[in-house]
C-alpha cells in the first residue's frame, strides 16, 4: 500500500482563524489526493478532490472559498480552512488511490482533529 | 435517489462466531466495491476489493461476497476476536476509475470475550 501522514494531528483554533492541515504521500508520488470530513458518527463525506499543478475539483456543496487545497508536488496536498467557524470542527482525512489492476484501493492519512472555539 | 446502507448501526458478537455485515446501495452500477475498517479517531485502512464478475473474495479470516443483482454485499469475519472490534465501512468507486468514492455510514462492530 502507500503511507500517508497528516500534519498536525489535531488543532483547536479561534473562530475567524485560517488553519493549514498538510497530507503527505511518504512513498508513493500522487498525482490526486482526496480531502474527506467525517463528523462524528457519520461516515466520511469527500470534500474535493487535489490535482498536482492545477486546480481541486470541489464536491457540490463544498465552498471553495472557504476550503482552499494547494497540491504543490506529487507528495505534498494542502487544505486550508480559512476563517474557521465551531460548525467546520471535524475530522478532516486525506487519501491517494492506487490501482492494483483489479481496481483502486484509498490508503488513508491518520486524520486531522480540528475543534474551533 | 443514490444511497449506501450498511445493515445496522452497531453489531455485537461473541468472541470465536462468525460477524456478518451488510452492505446494500441503491442507483449506482460500480465495477467494484471495497471494505475498510475505521478505529476511532484513525483514518479507515483497506481490507478487500471485490469486482462486479467476483461472486467471493477471501483474506486470512475475511470473506466478501458480491450480488450485484441484489445490490448487496456481504463481509464476514470468522473465528472474531475482541482485536476485531472496530467501524467497518463499505465503499463504491462510482466513477469506476479510482476518482470518486462513496462510502456507507458504517457499522460499528463489539466483539466480546
Known amino acids: 500500500g502507500a503511507v500517508v501522514s497528516q500534519h498536525p494531528s489535531w488543532v483547536i483554533c479561534k473562530s475567524g482563524t485560517s488553519v493549514k492541515i498538510e497530507c503527505r504521500s511518504l512513498?508513493?508520488?500522487?498525482?490526486?489526493m482526496f480531502w474527506y470530513r467525517q463528523f462524528p458518527k457519520q461516515s466520511l463525506m469527500l470534500m474535493a478532490t487535489?490535482?498536482?499543478?492545477?486546480?481541486?475539483?470541489?464536491e457540490q456543496g463544498v465552498e471553495k472559498d472557504k476550503f482552499l487545497i494547494n497540491h504543490a508536488s506529487l507528495t505534498l496536498s494542502t487544505l486550508t480552512v480559512t476563517s474557521a467557524h465551531p460548525e467546520d470542527s471535524s475530522f478532516y482525512i486525506c487519501?491517494?488511490?492506487?490501482?492494483?489492476?483489479?481496481?483502486?484501493?484509498?490508503?488513508f492519512g491518520p486524520g486531522t482533529r480540528l475543534t474551533v472555539t | 435517489s443514490q444511497k449506501i446502507e450498511q445493515n445496522s448501526e452497531a453489531l455485537n458478537i461473541q468472541e470465536g462466531k462468525t460477524a456478518t455485515l451488510t452492505c446494500n446501495y441503491t442507483?449506482?452500477?460500480?465495477?467494484?466495491l471495497q471494505w475498510y475498517r475505521q478505529d476511532p479517531g484513525r483514518g479507515p485502512v483497506f481490507l478487500l476489493l471485490?469486482?462486479?464478475?467476483?461472486k467471493e473474495k477471501r483474506k486470512e479470516r475475511l470473506k466478501v461476497t458480491f450480488d450485484t443483482t441484489l445490490k448487496q454485499s456481504l463481509f464476514h469475519i470468522t473465528a472474531s476476536q475482541p482485536a476485531d472490534s472496530a467501524t467497518y465501512l463499505c465503499?463504491?468507486?462510482?466513477?469506476?476509475?479510482?476518482?470518486?468514492?462513496?462510502f456507507g455510514p458504517g457499522t460499528r462492530l463489539s466483539v466480546l470475550p
Open positions: 487519501s491517494v488511490s492506487l490501482t492494483r489492476g483489479a481496481g483502486y484501493e484509498q490508503y
Open positions: 512513498d508513493f508520488q500522487a498525482t490526486t
Open positions: 487535489s490535482n498536482e499543478g492545477s486546480k481541486a475539483t470541489y
Open positions: 442507483n449506482y452500477s460500480p465495477a467494484y
Open positions: 471485490i469486482r462486479e464478475n467476483e
Open positions: 465503499a463504491l468507486d462510482v466513477y469506476n476509475y479510482g476518482q470518486n468514492f462513496v
